[in-house]
């Protein structure tokens, strides 16, 4: 059977290989395993491994995980869906909030980050097929949600996210990863914070490397099946 540490190196070298082919050699993507649904111990072998950055969906189950890691440095992403009632916890535990697609879970997490702590990291997750029941904001809300979260204190403005529609066609998965990369270009040029665009999963991080990510977010390809 093969270890993470296997499926790492698999990922890695796809990375690399997705890197070359879109000439762009030298740059780096961050890998952010998701995490949800596996076991400390599984994340234990990540860490061991060479990951550091993890994203966790639910505010229990993270919380957990991060107190029975304390001893381990990891940087943590919240990448689930934010009920509005768990905003504070979320503000004191995580480095980084990828899926704020309103302004006023943006408001409430400018207010409850600790001010002793630095600005939190946030991406505006981006509903990029307009599909119906999906979470992250509109196309066309992106410049005012930008402009809010710019101008917080406690917040820091890094990027945007998107979870397309799921297809393994790669020029439909392209077309996708395309639109959210132009909406990053031109709201880069307004908040010089802007460096990240974290789109890309098991399926089609390929193609996601092609179109432009930065950061790529992994989970059943590095740690199989959710329990
Ligand atoms: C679960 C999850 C992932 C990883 O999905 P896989 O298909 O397991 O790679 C990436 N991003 C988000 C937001 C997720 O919830």
Not at 118 to 133: A, D
Request: proline residues 4%; aromatic residues 6%; hydrophobic residues 40%.
């Amino acid at each position: 059977m093969p270890t993470i540490k296997d499926h790492l190196i698999n990922i890695r070298a796809s990375v690399d290989a997705a890197l070359a082919k879109a000439e762009r050699n030298n740059e780096n993507i961050t890998l952010l395993l998701a995490s949800k649904g596996q076991s400390v111990e599984k994340i234990e072998a990540a860490i061991k491994a060479g990951v550091d950055t993890f994203g966790e969906n639910y505010l229990q189950e993270a919380l957990k995980k991060m107190q029975a890691l304390s001893d381990k440095k990891i940087i943590w992403h919240f990448i689930g869906t934010i009920q509005r009632n768990k905003t504070r916890k979320i503000a004191e535990h995580f480095d980084w909030v990828q899926t704020v697609s309103d302004v006023l879970i943006a408001e409430r997490l400018d207010q409850q980050r600790p001010r002793d702590m630095p600005p939190l990291n946030i991406c505006i997750e981006v509903n990029v097929n307009q599909e119906k029941s999906k979470s992250g904001c509109r196309i066309e809300e992106v410049p005012a949600l930008a402009r809010e979260i710019s101008i917080r204190p406690f917040l820091k403005l890094r990027g945007l996210m998107c979870i397309p529609e799921m297809t393994e066609n790669f020029t439909l998965q392209c077309q996708s990863f395309k639109t959210l990369r132009k909406i990053f270009e031109s709201q880069k040029k307004l908040y010089p914070s802007m460096d990240t665009l974290s789109m890309g999963m098991s399926h089609d991080f390929e193609a996601a490397i092609l179109e432009g990510a930065t950061m790529i977010r992994i989970g059943r390809a590095v740690f199989g099946d959710r329990n």
